[in-house]
């Protein structure tokens, strides 16, 4: 099993509340970030929630099951772990305001992947940032979709 660990932090031109409701609104994941869909198994968005994130076509999809652990909207902080089969690891996302109408995010990803040769984990993770780092870029400044944490 391949650890793959990665970060990004971008500054977006909205406010971190617009920032933090996108980045909690699990099924509205999938109006920006690229070939994925959000399906809630249980919950409300908030603790406990469970839900998979499938990213990909047809065969070469990648399930990504997932539960949130915690959720602090006064701190904006969400972590996630990945519960497998597949991927397993941790998430964490944090949102700062930078001024009125800009904010920083920050998205941690430590991951295990099976069958993934360890040489491969530093170039995938970098493309794995570089991937979510134009999905940040994506996310729309608007109100989240219906059925949001």
């Known amino acids: ?50 839900f998979v994130a499938t990213t990909g076509l047809g065969p070469l999809a990648l399930p990504d099951r997932m539960e949130v652990t915690e959720l602090d909207r006064g ?15 941790e998430v964490s996302l944090q949102v700062v305001a930078t001024g009125a109408n800009s904010c920083l995010v920050d998205w941690i990803e430590d991951i295990r992947v099976p069958w993934l040769p360890q040489f491969l984990a530093r170039p995938v993770g970098a493309a794995a940032a570089r991937g979510f780092r134009t999905s940040l870029r994506r996310m729309p400044a608007g109100t989240p979709t219906a059925g949001a944490a």
């Not at 701190?75 to 690891?89: C, D, E, H, N, R």
């Open 1 to 50: 099993m391949t650890r793959v660990r990665f970060s990004v932090r971008e500054e977006l031109p909205f406010s971190a509340d617009a920032a933090y409701a996108s980045l909690i609104d699990w099924p509205g994941h999938a109006d920006w970030v690229p070939l994925t869909r959000v399906e809630i198994l249980q919950g409300d968005g908030g603790v406990g929630t469970r």
């Open 75 to 89: 701190q904006m902080s969400v972590k996630v772990i990945k519960i497998g089969p597949i991927l397993t690891g």
